[in-house]
């Protein structure tokens, strides 16, 4: 995870709201372990419903196995670049 967060943060256009949309693919607004899952087998890594879990639990504030916005871009700020964008645009 690490390696993708360091990776990610230096592409042009990152964004962690986008980077957050990529992983909540059906606008449930939260990212959950099947959503990030499948975000990992789009790109090969193929991991076990307990690494997974594992990845949520680390990240996870409130406890409650899922990944908010709030959570999600938190931890992004202790991986990336300060000057990345965090915000997530008003609708």
């Known amino acids: ?19 957050y949309r990529t ?3 059906h606008e449930e607004g939260s990212i959950n372990v099947a959503n990030l ?3 990992f087998r789009q790109f090969g890594t193929y ?3 307990q690494e997974v879990f594992a990845i949520i ?3 996870d504030t409130d406890g409650d196995a899922r990944l908010s916005f709030e959570e999600f ?3 992004f700020k202790t991986q990336v670049n300060e000057n990345t964008e ?3 645009p008003k609708t």
């Open 1 to 19: 995870m690490n390696h993708f967060t360091r990776e990610i943060s230096f592409q042009p256009d990152y964004s962690a709201y986008a980077s």
């Open 23 to 25: 992983i909540d693919r």
């Open 37 to 39: 899952q499948d975000f």
């Open 47 to 49: 991991l076990v419903e």
């Open 57 to 59: 639990r680390r990240i």
């Open 73 to 75: 871009a938190d931890f």
């Open 86 to 88: 965090l915000i997530k």
